[in-house]
């Protein structure tokens, strides 16, 4: 573990305070976590575009009915 020191403007240090008190642990390991969160999110963020962008393309089959743009756009479920 190394130690680090960050300054923080007078409203984000209080709800980190408060963030870190409600979840009963301290400030210190409380940034720690979320900046371990960030680094996975961003790890598998990185991951996942570099798993899309190395598949090799695939042409469309001819003849075949492409969806309609209602099809592609649907967000009926994210409402």
Same mark, same amino acid.
């Given at each position: 573990?190394? !130690?680090?020191?960050?300054?923080? &403007?007078?409203?984000?240090?209080?709800?980190? /305070?408060?963030?870190?008190?409600?979840? !009963?642990?301290? =400030?210190?390991?409380? =940034?720690?976590?979320?900046?371990?969160?960030?680094?996975?999110? &961003?790890? @598998?963020?990185? @991951? @996942?575009?570099? @798993?899309?962008?190395?598949?090799?393309?695939?042409?469309?089959?001819?003849?075949? /009915?492409?969806?309609? /743009?209602?099809?592609?756009? &649907?967000?009926?479920?994210?409402?």
């Amino acid at each position: 573990m190394r !130690n680090v020191t960050i300054t923080l &403007d007078e409203e984000t240090a209080r709800w980190l /305070r408060l963030e870190a008190a409600e979840q !009963n642990t301290s =400030v210190s390991r409380l =940034v720690g976590t979320l900046l371990r969160e960030r680094m996975t999110a &961003d790890r @598998a963020y990185e @991951a @996942a575009m570099t @798993a899309y962008l190395e598949r090799k393309p695939r042409k469309l089959r001819s003849g075949a /009915r492409l969806p309609r /743009r209602e099809e592609v756009h &649907d967000r009926t479920r994210l409402r």
